[in-house]
């Protein structure tokens, strides 16, 4: 997809088409990262930490607890 570099106040602006926007999992208002990679720029969304209540929100009541094993002991753990 291609699109036009424009004057923006004193700044340069591009316009991202909606599909990308969607695309990359991002929407108005998230916060993003710029870099240049290899004479690349690259967009990255910042990843949101979801709060304790969005997390509950969430939970679906299907996570068990189990025991798994550890390995083998190297010094003198006590079991």
Avoid: F
Wanted: net charge positive.
């Amino acid at each position: 997809m291609r699109t036009t570099l424009k004057k923006w106040g004193n700044s340069q602006a591009i316009r991202i088409p909606k599909t990308i926007i969607e695309d990359a999992g991002i929407k108005e208002n998230d916060q993003v990262e710029l870099n240049v990679v290899s004479g690349n720029i690259v967009i990255q969304p910042i990843k949101k930490h979801k709060t304790l209540k969005e997390r509950i929100e969430e939970y679906n009541g299907d996570y068990r607890c189990s025991e798994w094993e550890s390995g083998q002991t190297v010094g003198k753990e006590v079991l």
